[in-house]
């Protein structure tokens, strides 16, 4: 083998080498790791497949899963997000659309007991739905939060919708929480919750608030 390898060029010798100690590096009796099968299938299998589709909360506006109402402070969101929360849980229509009827929790994170009430009574005559539920206080964005959402989960039949106001709240602390790939992680961690529990998970979040190129 020496004699062998000796007869090669560098750039071969150090692909040789580096190949046996690869091969010698992996437990006997334990083939190498193999990358994991893709799964594909051809285009013209769905023509006449029947698939189930995500349902709307809001029809031609929100389904199931998770959505992001995104903009300037101080521009409307809580106030939209809380006439949403109210269409959904009496079954109202929301800007015009019909809605799928069910329970609500509204996390109203920036607020408390006093400002809600004034809203309501703005947005609706006498008192909420019973649907509606508020709360203004929640673990940061972990195992915990999990937990008490699947607390209410629990206790309602009919969950359609959870409103987070806003993303800020429930940010985990520690780590670059402003960067792309923060908010990413973050979103992606509640697009799973909305998809697990089968209800719209509704995420106000600011924009940038400061100018910049």
């Excluded at 109402?69 to 006439?83: F, H, I, N, V």
């Excluded at 508020?134 to 409103?163: C, N, T």
């Excluded at 992680?185 to 940038?208: I, P, Q, Y």
């Amino acid at each position: 083998a020496s004699e062998y390898i000796s007869r090669m060029s560098n750039e071969q010798q150090e692909e040789t080498l580096l190949g046996m100690k690869l091969r010698l590096a992996q437990p006997i009796g334990q083939p190498p790791q193999q990358p994991a099968k893709l799964e594909f299938y051809q285009a013209r299998e769905l023509y006449d497949k029947q698939l189930e589709r995500t349902q709307m909360i809001v029809q031609r506006m929100i389904p199931c899963g998770l959505t992001v109402l995104a903009g300037a402070p101080k521009r409307g969101k809580s106030w939209l997000a809380l006439a949403l929360g109210l269409s959904v849980a009496s079954g109202a229509a929301f800007l015009g659309q019909p809605v799928a009827q069910g329970s609500v929790l509204y996390l109203d994170l920036e607020s408390r007991q006093y400002r809600v009430k004034d809203r309501l009574s703005h947005l609706t005559v006498g008192p909420a739905p019973a649907g509606l539920y508020v709360a203004h206080q929640a673990e940061p964005l972990g195992a915990k939060f999990y937990q008490q959402m699947e607390g209410w989960l629990s206790m309602v039949k009919d969950a359609r919708l959870i409103i987070i106001d806003t993303l800020q709240k429930i940010r985990e602390a520690g780590g670059d929480k402003y960067s792309y790939a923060n908010d990413y992680e973050v979103v992606g961690k509640l697009k799973r919750l909305a998809d697990d529990c089968g209800v719209c998970l509704l995420l106000v979040h600011h924009t940038r608030k400061q100018q910049a190129d």
